[in-house]
C-alpha cells in the first residue's frame, strides 16, 4: 500500500464513528439519538446519515427542551428534522417542573443544567430507551476524558466511574438488564478542532449563532453573556451591544459569547487554533466546582 | 495528517502523568483555563504539578494515582495523537490490556535510578502480548543521576537483554526529565552526550504501519441496511468496517462461515459508489448473488480465506473478580459476532514478571494464561498474530453482563 492510500486523521476518526453508531443500531431495541441543535450533535447527524443511506436512522432523534434555548438553536433542530425527514421527539423541562417533579433554582443566573437530568430520565423511561447516543468528546473536560465509548448507567441513571466495562479493541458490550441504559459517544476521540474541519471538509451546516453577530450582553465574571428573558438584570449589570459568536452552544444563561469578527469558517478555525481556553471555559455550569461534571454525571446527566 | 494512537506504560512513581502533562504543556496543547484550574490546586516543589492534566477524578486526585485509563488529545503540524494513560498499579492490569488493545506504539518508562523493575517486565509482556509493534523506552528522571550517560546505556543494555524474546518489532530509547522537559518536546541541554531524537520529534517521524495495511482482506458485517422503499426496493447492503486490507468492485468473495460464494457488486458510501475501499474505511458492500447473511458473518477474498472452526486456542487476560474457571460458559464476542462459549481448560498461566508458564486450576482477575475454548457455532477468524482485528475477542458473563476476559486467538 502507499502512503496515498493512507486514511486521514478525520477519515479515520468518521469510520471509527460510523462503525459505532451501527453498533448501536445492530445491539439494542431502541436507541435514541440526542440532538440539542448544537455543532456535536449536528456533526452526529451528519455521520448517522453516513452510517444508514439510503435506510432510514434506527432512531429518532430527541430533544431535551430546557426552554432556556437559543430561538436559532430550535429553529434549526426542527428544519433540519424535516428536511432529512427522521423523527424528532421533544419533551420539555418546563412539564417536570409544571408536575412538580424537578424544582427551578433560585438566585441571579437560575441554570435549568441540573433539572434537565430529570426530564431526561423520565423521557428514557416513557419510550424505554436502552441506549441513548450523544455528541459528548473526551477532550471537553476530564471527567469526559475518562468515559468509555458506550458507558453503561444504572436504573437511576447514575455513572460510576470506577464500575467501568474495559472497552477493548473496537468491541463494544451493549449488553445491559432491563432498566439499565447505555450512553453511546460516537465522536468520544474528536477534539474540538477535529469536529470544526470535519465541518468544514463536509460543508455541514450549521445555526448562525456560530457565526459573528451583533448582540446585547452583559458581563458576568469576566464572561460575555447574552441579555434574554431568562436572566435578571439588576442595576449594576451594564448592557453593550457587542459583536459576538458563541463556540459552544448550550442554555442561554450558561453559555458565555467569545467576542469574534470570525463570520466565516475559516476564520473560526484559525481562531480556535490559536485560542488559550477551552470550549468549556465558556460555560458557567462546568466552573461550578472542581468535580462539577463528574457530579452531574454520577447523577444521570449526560 | 495522520493519526496515531499510543499507551504510556510504567510503574506508579515513574512520573507517568508528569510526562503525559509535559507532552501536553510543552507541545502548547493546554488551555490557560486548564492551567489556572491545576494552579488552584496547588504545586509542587514550586512547580506547577502537570500531573493533575491527566487525573480527572476525584478519587485519583485525592489519593494522587491514576484509577482508570484515560485519553488525551494532541496534535503538532506534523501528526494528531491519542494517548491511552494507563495505570500503572499492579491491580489495574486489565486497565492496561484496555489501552495497549487500540494502540500502535508504547511508551515504556523507566526511572533511572531504579533500573528495569517488577512492573517494566510485566508492562513490556503486555506490550508485546498485545502485538503493539513499536516501543520506546523513556528513561525518566535523568537529573536525578546526573545526567550520566553511562547509567543510561546501563539500563539500555538491560532492557535490551531481557526484550531479547519478547519478539518486539523495534525498541526505541531515549533519555528524559519529565519534570524538567528534558528530550521530551525540546532537546536537552545538560545531555551533550545524547545525539538521538527527542521523544516527540521520534513520535512524530515514527513511520506506523498498521495491520489494516498488511494484512488479508477482511470485512465483518456489521448491519444489514434494507430500506426497502419505492426507490431502493431490493436494496440489500452489507454495511461495517474493512478490518483490514482492501476490496474492489469485481472480487470474487467468500461469505464466512457459511462458505457461499458471489462477486462484490458494488461498495457503496454516502458520497456514491466506490471502486475500491481499504481498511479502516466504514462502508456499504453489495453482492452479485442473493444469499443469506447477516451480522456477525465475514466477507473474504475468495482465495484468502482464514480458519473456521469452533475449537479456539487463546491467550487471555481475566478482568474480572470472579475467577475463570473451566466448564464455565461466557458469551464470546469476536468482531461484530457473538456466540455462546464454554472454556474447556486451562493450559497454563503466564507469571508475567518472568514470562514462566505455570499450571493452573484457573485464573483470577488481572492473571494472564491460555485456555482452551469451544464455541457454539463455527467462527472465522485469524491468528492475534497477523491479524489483532480478527484475531480478538472478548467474554461476558451473562450474568452481570460485564465484559470479563480479553482474547487473543492463536
Same mark, same amino acid.
Given at each position: 500500500?502507499?502512503?496515498?492510500?493512507?486514511?486521514?486523521?478525520?477519515?479515520?476518526?468518521?469510520?471509527?464513528?460510523?462503525?459505532?453508531?451501527?453498533?448501536?443500531?445492530?445491539?439494542?431495541?431502541?436507541?435514541?439519538?440526542?440532538?440539542?441543535?448544537?455543532?456535536?450533535?449536528?456533526?452526529?447527524?451528519?455521520?448517522?446519515?453516513?452510517?444508514?443511506?439510503?435506510?432510514?436512522?434506527?432512531?429518532?432523534?430527541?430533544?431535551?427542551?430546557?426552554?432556556?434555548?437559543?430561538?436559532?438553536?430550535?429553529?434549526?433542530?426542527?428544519?433540519?428534522?424535516?428536511?432529512?425527514?427522521?423523527?424528532?421527539?421533544?419533551?420539555?423541562?418546563?412539564?417536570?417542573?409544571?408536575?412538580?417533579?424537578?424544582?427551578?433554582?433560585?438566585?441571579?443566573?437560575?441554570?435549568?443544567?441540573?433539572?434537565?437530568?430529570?426530564?431526561?430520565?423520565?423521557?428514557?423511561?416513557?419510550?424505554?430507551?436502552?441506549?441513548?447516543?450523544?455528541?459528548?468528546?473526551?477532550?471537553?473536560?476530564?471527567?469526559?476524558?475518562?468515559?468509555?465509548?458506550?458507558?453503561?448507567?444504572?436504573?437511576?441513571?447514575?455513572?460510576?466511574?470506577?464500575?467501568?466495562?474495559?472497552?477493548?479493541?473496537?468491541?463494544?458490550?451493549?449488553?445491559?438488564? +432491563?432498566?439499565?441504559?447505555?450512553? #453511546? %459517544? *460516537?465522536? =468520544?476521540?474528536?477534539?474540538? /478542532? $477535529?469536529?470544526?474541519?470535519?465541518?468544514?471538509?463536509?460543508?455541514?451546516?450549521?445555526?448562525?449563532?456560530?457565526?459573528?453577530?451583533?448582540?446585547?450582553? +452583559?458581563?458576568?465574571?469576566?464572561? #460575555? %453573556? *447574552?441579555? =434574554?428573558?431568562?436572566?435578571? /438584570? $439588576?442595576?449594576?449589570?451594564?448592557?453593550?451591544?457587542?459583536?459576538?459568536?458563541?463556540?459552544?452552544?448550550?442554555?442561554?444563561?450558561?453559555?458565555?459569547? +467569545?467576542?469574534?469578527?470570525?463570520?466565516?469558517?475559516?476564520?473560526?478555525?484559525?481562531?480556535?487554533?490559536?485560542?488559550?481556553?477551552?470550549?468549556?471555559?465558556?460555560?458557567?455550569?462546568?466552573?461550578?466546582?472542581?468535580?462539577?461534571?463528574?457530579?452531574?454525571?454520577?447523577?444521570?446527566?449526560? | 495528517?495522520?493519526?496515531?494512537?499510543?499507551?504510556?506504560?510504567?510503574?506508579?512513581?515513574?512520573?507517568?502523568?508528569?510526562?503525559?502533562?509535559?507532552?501536553?504543556?510543552?507541545?502548547?496543547?493546554?488551555?490557560?483555563?486548564?492551567?489556572?484550574?491545576?494552579?488552584r490546586a496547588g504545586q509542587v516543589n514550586g512547580e506547577i504539578n502537570l500531573a493533575l492534566l491527566t487525573d480527572g477524578l476525584k478519587a485519583e486526585r485525592e489519593q494522587g494515582i491514576t484509577i482508570d485509563i484515560a485519553?488525551?488529545?494532541?496534535?503538532?503540524?506534523?501528526?494528531?495523537?491519542?494517548?491511552?494513560?494507563?495505570?500503572?498499579?499492579?491491580?489495574?492490569?486489565?486497565?492496561?490490556?484496555?489501552?495497549?488493545?487500540?494502540?500502535?506504539?508504547?511508551?515504556?518508562?523507566?526511572?533511572?535510578?531504579?533500573?528495569?523493575?517488577?512492573?517494566?517486565?510485566?508492562?513490556?509482556?503486555?506490550?508485546?502480548?498485545?502485538?503493539?509493534?513499536?516501543?520506546?523506552?523513556?528513561?525518566?528522571?535523568?537529573?536525578?543521576?546526573?545526567?550520566?550517560?553511562?547509567?543510561?546505556?546501563?539500563?539500555?543494555?538491560?532492557?535490551?537483554?531481557?526484550?531479547?524474546?519478547?519478539?518486539?518489532?523495534?525498541?526505541?530509547?531515549?533519555?528524559?526529565?519529565?519534570?524538567?522537559?528534558?528530550?521530551?518536546?525540546?532537546?536537552?541541554?545538560?545531555?551533550?552526550?545524547?545525539?538521538?531524537?527527542?521523544?516527540?520529534?521520534?513520535?512524530?517521524?515514527?513511520?506506523?504501519?498498521?495491520?489494516?495495511?498488511?494484512?488479508?482482506?477482511?470485512?465483518?458485517?456489521?448491519?444489514?441496511?434494507?430500506?426497502?422503499?419505492?426507490?431502493?426496493?431490493?436494496?440489500?447492503?452489507?454495511?461495517?468496517?474493512?478490518?483490514?486490507?482492501?476490496?474492489?468492485?469485481?472480487?470474487?468473495?467468500?461469505?464466512?462461515?457459511?462458505?457461499?460464494?458471489?462477486?462484490?457488486?458494488?461498495?457503496?458510501?454516502?458520497?456514491?459508489?466506490?471502486?475500491?475501499?481499504?481498511?479502516?474505511?466504514?462502508?456499504?458492500?453489495?453482492?452479485?448473488?442473493?444469499?443469506?447473511?447477516?451480522?456477525?458473518?465475514?466477507?473474504?477474498?475468495?482465495?484468502?480465506?482464514?480458519?473456521?472452526?469452533?475449537?479456539?486456542?487463546?491467550?487471555?487476560?481475566?478482568?474480572?473478580?470472579?475467577?475463570?474457571?473451566?466448564?464455565?460458559?461466557?458469551?464470546?464476542?469476536?468482531?461484530?459476532?457473538?456466540?455462546?462459549?464454554?472454556?474447556?481448560?486451562?493450559?497454563?498461566?503466564?507469571?508475567?514478571?518472568?514470562?514462566?508458564?505455570?499450571?493452573?486450576?484457573?485464573?483470577?482477575?488481572?492473571?494472564?494464561?491460555?485456555?482452551?475454548?469451544?464455541?457454539?457455532?463455527?467462527?472465522?477468524?485469524?491468528?492475534?498474530?497477523?491479524?489483532?482485528?480478527?484475531?480478538?475477542?472478548?467474554?461476558?458473563?451473562?450474568?452481570?453482563?460485564?465484559?470479563?476476559?480479553?482474547?487473543?486467538?492463536?
Amino acid at each position: 500500500m502507499t502512503t496515498k492510500s493512507r486514511l486521514s486523521h478525520l477519515q479515520q476518526l468518521e469510520a471509527e464513528s460510523i462503525y459505532i453508531l451501527r453498533e448501536v443500531a445492530a445491539q439494542f431495541e431502541r436507541p435514541a439519538l440526542l440532538f440539542s441543535g448544537g455543532k456535536d450533535s449536528i456533526t452526529l447527524v451528519h455521520l448517522a446519515l453516513k452510517a444508514f443511506r439510503p435506510g432510514k436512522f434506527p432512531f429518532p432523534l430527541v430533544h431535551i427542551d430546557t426552554g432556556h434555548n437559543f430561538q436559532e438553536a430550535l429553529d434549526f433542530r426542527d428544519e433540519l428534522a424535516a428536511k432529512i425527514g427522521e423523527k424528532l421527539i421533544v419533551r420539555y423541562v418546563q412539564d417536570s417542573i409544571d408536575q412538580g417533579k424537578a424544582v427551578e433554582e433560585k438566585g441571579k443566573f437560575p441554570s435549568r443544567n441540573g433539572i434537565q437530568t430529570v426530564t431526561l430520565l423520565d423521557t428514557i423511561a416513557e419510550f424505554k430507551f436502552d441506549a441513548c447516543i450523544g455528541g459528548a468528546r473526551r477532550d471537553e473536560e476530564k471527567a469526559r476524558a475518562k468515559e468509555r465509548v458506550f458507558s453503561v448507567r444504572d436504573e437511576f441513571g447514575s455513572w460510576d466511574p470506577k464500575l467501568q466495562r474495559p472497552e477493548l479493541w473496537n468491541i463494544y458490550n451493549g449488553k445491559i438488564h +432491563v432498566g439499565e441504559n447505555v450512553r #453511546v %459517544f *460516537p465522536i =468520544s476521540n474528536w477534539t474540538e /478542532l $477535529d469536529v470544526w474541519e470535519y465541518i468544514r471538509s463536509e460543508n455541514i451546516a450549521l445555526p448562525s449563532l456560530y457565526f459573528s453577530h451583533k448582540r446585547e450582553i +452583559v458581563w458576568r465574571d469576566d464572561l #460575555v %453573556f *447574552p441579555v =434574554s428573558k431568562f436572566i435578571t /438584570l $439588576d442595576n449594576t449589570d451594564k448592557v453593550e451591544e457587542r459583536t459576538v459568536r458563541f463556540r459552544t452552544v448550550g442554555d442561554m444563561t450558561c453559555t458565555a459569547a +467569545v467576542e469574534s469578527e470570525a463570520n466565516h469558517i475559516d476564520d473560526i478555525i484559525r481562531e480556535i487554533q490559536i485560542s488559550r481556553t477551552t470550549e468549556r471555559g465558556s460555560r458557567l455550569d462546568d466552573k461550578r466546582s472542581e468535580a462539577a461534571m463528574e457530579d452531574r454525571k454520577r447523577g444521570g446527566y449526560f | 495528517m495522520d493519526l496515531l494512537r499510543f499507551i504510556t506504560a510504567g510503574s506508579v512513581d515513574d512520573g507517568k502523568s508528569t510526562l503525559i502533562g509535559r507532552l501536553l504543556y510543552d507541545s502548547k496543547s493546554v488551555f490557560q483555563d486548564q492551567l489556572d484550574a491545576i494552579e488552584r490546586a496547588g504545586q509542587v516543589n514550586g512547580e506547577i504539578n502537570l500531573a493533575l492534566l491527566t487525573d480527572g477524578l476525584k478519587a485519583e486526585r485525592e489519593q494522587g494515582i491514576t484509577i482508570d485509563i484515560a485519553y488525551k488529545y494532541f496534535s503538532t503540524p506534523k501528526r494528531k495523537f491519542i494517548i491511552a494513560d494507563a495505570p500503572g498499579h499492579v491491580q489495574y492490569t486489565r486497565n492496561m490490556v484496555t489501552g495497549a488493545s487500540n494502540s500502535d506504539l508504547a511508551i515504556i518508562l523507566i526511572d533511572a535510578r531504579k533500573g528495569v523493575i517488577e512492573q517494566t517486565y510485566r508492562h513490556s509482556y503486555i506490550v508485546s502480548l498485545l502485538r503493539i509493534p513499536y516501543v520506546v523506552v523513556c528513561i525518566n528522571k535523568m537529573d536525578l543521576v546526573d545526567f550520566s550517560e553511562t547509567r543510561f546505556e546501563e539500563i539500555k543494555n538491560q532492557y535490551t537483554e531481557f526484550a531479547k524474546d519478547l519478539g518486539l518489532e523495534s525498541i526505541e530509547f531515549i533519555p528524559i526529565s519529565a519534570l524538567r522537559g528534558d528530550n521530551v518536546v525540546d532537546p536537552s541541554t545538560d545531555m551533550g552526550w545524547w545525539k538521538g531524537n527527542t521523544l516527540l520529534g521520534y513520535l512524530e517521524e515514527v513511520e506506523i504501519l498498521s495491520d489494516e495495511k498488511k494484512h488479508q482482506p477482511r470485512f465483518p458485517v456489521q448491519y444489514v441496511i434494507r430500506p426497502q422503499t419505492n426507490e431502493h426496493h431490493d436494496y440489500r447492503g452489507y454495511a461495517g468496517q474493512i478490518r483490514s486490507g482492501s476490496f474492489k468492485k469485481g472480487d470474487q468473495i467468500t461469505v464466512l462461515p457459511s462458505g457461499l460464494k458471489s462477486k462484490i457488486k458494488s461498495i457503496d458510501t454516502f458520497a456514491g459508489s466506490i471502486d475500491e475501499a481499504h481498511a479502516p474505511m466504514s462502508v456499504t458492500i453489495l453482492l452479485e448473488d442473493d444469499i443469506d447473511i447477516s451480522r456477525g458473518d465475514m466477507i473474504v477474498p475468495a482465495n484468502e480465506e482464514p480458519s473456521v472452526s469452533q475449537e479456539l486456542e487463546a491467550d487471555i487476560c481475566w478482568m474480572d473478580a470472579k475467577s475463570l474457571l473451566p466448564g464455565n460458559k461466557y458469551l464470546l464476542r469476536q468482531t461484530t459476532g457473538s456466540v455462546k462459549s464454554a472454556v474447556k481448560e486451562i493450559s497454563f498461566r503466564i507469571e508475567t514478571q518472568t514470562h514462566e508458564k505455570k499450571s493452573a486450576d484457573q485464573l483470577s482477575l488481572n492473571e494472564i494464561g491460555r485456555i482452551k475454548i469451544k464455541t457454539a457455532k463455527p467462527i472465522a477468524y485469524d491468528p492475534y498474530a497477523h491479524n489483532r482485528g480478527t484475531g480478538s475477542f472478548v467474554l461476558v458473563d451473562e450474568g452481570t453482563n460485564n465484559t470479563v476476559g480479553a482474547g487473543m486467538l492463536i
